[in-house]
């Protein structure tokens, strides 16, 4: 059962109840990350991420891991490109508490300069230490090469120097444009009491002045470039980019298909071919990022640097054939039902139901329909499929990355 809520001050409250369960996820989804900034701000949606954890008007640190881990729950945050998440999971009994503490956080955060000081070497260590993960690092290069260096472009960590300069006026001044009630959404999955849910929001929400947050178009101008990072590292990691479908286009669920049948599984051309029968790689796939504005669909692969050339041509004869439109309806059927059953299998779980009743709110203002889902899953045809692969391959913007010991861009 779904209940939705929208406070006077614009915020919106989603709640899945799913009954039989001992367990509930609480989610509060704010419209902003890395896209939204500018270059002043870069890396500050995920600075402010970590800063909420690090005390509030009435808790410390300390006391914001003690209390949760007093009563068994979990909680954490992420930030991406254009959503930042903090959520918790708690036993079904232990939801009311888990709720006060999150809203605690997001509301009452107060960013002493002593934790700011320590957290920005701690945000400074993640940024080595993304540079020390090839994967990471490459996919951050291939962004860079797909979209430049502004908008979904941006790496999620800012930069050291930005980072390090950022002040508490930085912090108030990028909360107050983003963090408002008509840009944030609380989603809630699991065993937990519809009323309950009602009355802890409004609680702590509903004093919220009403303010409005329009967000900004992010302004995309594809790059198309090939750019290459040096390591001195044993695999060459290889990203490449096209152009693909927005979040609500037409073809999206074509192209999730298109997509399980080039790389999405262990079945898909990508890892049966550059794996399986050549043996060039351990990891290789494909996945597809749609956003308000545009998509991106990638392909990486890790791979041995004697033989990155002929991956690579591995890589391209998978996509010529993908281009040919030579899909089997087996590999098609196979594809729509890896799909459904990922749908499926996502209603097992709260976390997985909490993003995606929030997401799908905070994107578009509407209630996610797990039937409408599937309907529109089993609907998609071969010929959609087909259509897919004629937006999703555009040459002229191509982009991408190398990282290892390579001395030149592919």
Request: glycine share 6%; hydrophobic share 40%.
């Amino acid at each position: 059962m779904v209940h939705y809520k929208q406070l006077d001050n614009g915020l919106k409250l989603i709640v899945n109840k799913m009954d039989g369960l001992m367990s509930v996820t609480i989610g509060i989804l704010v419209h902003t990350g890395a896209s939204q900034e500018s270059d002043k701000e870069d890396g500050i949606s995920h600075f402010i991420e970590h800063m909420t954890f690090k005390g509030t008007k009435k808790r410390t640190s300390f006391q914001i891991s003690d209390e949760m881990d007093r009563i068994g729950a979990q909680m954490n945050a992420f930030t991406g490109k254009d959503m930042t998440c903090y959520y918790a999971k708690s036993t079904t009994g232990h939801a009311a508490e888990a709720f006060e503490i999150l809203a605690d956080i997001f509301l009452e955060s107060v960013f002493p300069e002593e934790e700011m000081v320590k957290e920005k070497g701690v945000i400074i260590e993640e940024i080595n230490m993304n540079e020390d993960t090839p994967d990471d690092l490459c996919l951050d290069v291939l962004a860079n090469a797909f979209f430049g260096d502004k908008g979904y472009g941006r790496n999620i960590l800012g930069t050291k120097k930005n980072v390090s300069g950022f002040t508490k006026a930085d912090v108030d001044d990028y909360m107050d444009k983003h963090y408002v009630p008509d840009n944030i959404v609380v989603s809630m999955a699991g065993n937990i009491d519809m009323k309950l849910a009602e009355e802890l929001v409004i609680k702590y929400f509903s004093h919220l002045e009403r303010r409005c947050c329009k967000r900004q178009e992010v302004k995309v101008e594809l790059q198309g470039k090939s750019l290459f990072k040096h390591k001195n590292i044993e695999q060459v990691h290889v990203g490449i980019a096209f152009p693909s479908v927005k979040r609500y286009d037409e073809l999206y669920d074509a192209t999730q298909i298109m997509n399980v049948i080039l790389g999405g599984g262990v079945s898909s051309r990508l890892f049966q071919t550059v794996r399986e029968e050549l043996g060039l790689a351990y990891t290789v796939y494909s996945y597809v990022s749609s956003y308000a504005e545009t998509g991106a669909l990638s392909v990486y692969a890790g791979v041995n640097s004697e033989k990155y050339k002929q991956s690579v041509e591995a890589i391209y004869n998978c996509i010529a054939d993908i281009k040919k439109k030579d899909i089997t309806k087996e590999e098609f059927v196979r594809g729509k039902e890896q799909l459904v059953s990922s749908s499926i299998f996502s209603q097992e779980s709260t976390s997985s139901q909490m993003l995606l009743f929030g997401k799908e709110l905070l994107y578009s203002g509407k209630i996610y329909d797990f039937e409408d889902r599937v309907n529109k899953l089993n609907a998609v045809t071969l010929d959609d499929v087909f259509a897919a692969v004629d937006r999703n391959f555009d040459d002229k913007f191509k982009a991408v990355s190398l990282v290892g010991a390579v001395d030149k861009s592919l």
